[in-house]
């Protein structure tokens, strides 16, 4: 198979599809060009050598990734933006190197239309999101930013993850651009319009599936406060300062009848379990509002600290917590110190602190409402999500604290997470920070009232609660392993009967790299 583009060019069209994939992403959340940037990766996949794939995929992600997650700058500075970029990239070409390799054998296995057409682009699809499972989950629990499908959330295409989830959807999004390409390079298909036609009324079959019906089951009155102290990790502050914040933003709802109130990951600095000042300032508010609070800190237990949620109740106390269950590794601990400290000793030193993962389940019962409790970057977790609905939450809570990226793009990108674990669940999400954007959304992924970033201020909505359980939450992740296992299964069929054709020769190599 020769290349439609030579080597160059790929390299080329590879370091321009980063920063047009990641324009698919809020901030700017051009949604189509998430399918143009899977295209435009794809093209220049097909022909390539196999050092060619890996050279081409790893440019192509490195590109992505650097304009992506350079929000990391701001928190840890250039040398963990690029360690972790390095690292994502490295997979994807090896992702990439499989997709060239699919290019190549699938064809000759199948050389029907059938084969090139029908089997080849599902076979790229779910190599793809076998990739991106992969980085999901591993190593030290994985980075799931910048999967296709959380380019999504405001688009045609979002409904689609109740049905399918969230590995689901990138698999559909990879399919159907495959299958565009694939169609177009078709050499059977002899009308012109056909070529066009048909990837058209493929993508209206996929918009054609309904959205999952929300049936509610009553609402809740929720408060969620927005305190806008300086939250971040170098911020200057005095103790106590974030907890005064967010009691001064919540002082205005004193009279407002709530079922419970709701502050961000490190709404009270001072851990109440602990410090009798923080807990009766939470006591105070809870008496007076007449509600329990959910309130983000930083515990200790034997020795051991912890990122957690606790379940507010006066004169009780906490009636119930939830440990983040995936610290966030060189950002809230550090594995393998040892290890990793002698290449970066001065920014290995300033994680001193080192988080314990949690072990208790992620639901509190309040007064009868189950809250499913999302810490921060939990909510990219795909597993957590299914287990608070399997737990019975009818409501999410999704605290976060994004002090530390400013005004970056990583709010409003894991704002839209938020969006799609909202719809993927058909639950309602209350997603509170410490400095904003802060928004409570629907089951169908509406915005429902909204805080913006860097004002102190709070929402009160009577949100929809739901008890259904969607396709996507029902099927767990075996969605993900069907398609990931289809793929790797389909390729690794090809290459065992591939035909003498499509055996490497010793002839002249393929000038197209």
Known sequence: MRPPVPLVAALLLAAGSGPVLDAGFPDLGIWPLAFVGIGIILISLIGRSAWGALLVGFVASVSFYL?????????????????????QSIFFALGALLITLAFRWIPNVWPTALGRVGLLPIVIAGLWTAREALVSTWPYGGFAWGRVALSQSESPFAPLVAWVGVSGLSFVMVWLVAFLLQFL???????????????????????????WPVVERGTSTIAAVQGNAKAGYFDEREPGDILAAQASATLPLIGTPVDMIVWPENGTDLDPTREPQAASVLDYLGAQAQAP???????????????????????????????????????????????????????????????????????????GVIAGISICFDIVDDALTREAVDRGAQVIIAQTNNADFG??????????????????????????????????????????????????GHMVYDVPLVSEVTPAMAAGGHMESFVSYFGLLALGVAMLLRTKNGRPHRGRPNSGG
């Open 67 to 87: 304009v992506h997650i350079s929000w990391i700058t701001l928190y840890l500075g250039d040398v963990p933006w690029l360690a972790l970029s390095i690292l």
């Open 185 to 211: 390079r078709e050499p059977e298909v002899t009308v012109p319009s056909l070529r066009l036609l048909a990837p058209a009324a493929a993508v209206a079959v996929v918009l054609a599936l309904p959205a």
């Open 293 to 367: 609070i959910i309130a983000g800190t930083i515990t200790e237990r034997d020795g051991r600290f912890y990122n957690t949620s606790l379940l507010w109740e006066t004169q009780t106390g906490p009636v119930d917590h939830y440990d983040k269950r995936h610290p966030v590794p060189f950002g809230e601990y550090v594995p393998d110190r040892d290890f990793w400290e002698p290449f970066a000793p001065d920014l290995i030193g300033l994680i001193g602190r080192e988080y314990t993962p949690g072990t208790v389940d992620n639901v509190f019962n309040v007064n």
């Open 407 to 456: 005004r970056t793009d990583e709010n409003q990108q894991q704002l839209a997470i938020a969006r799609l674990r909202a719809i993927e669940s058909s639950r309602s999400l209350v997603n509170i920070s410490t400095v904003g954007t802060s928004q409570m959304i629907g089951p169908d992924g509406a915005t429902l009232t909204e805080i913006p970033a860097y004002e102190p």
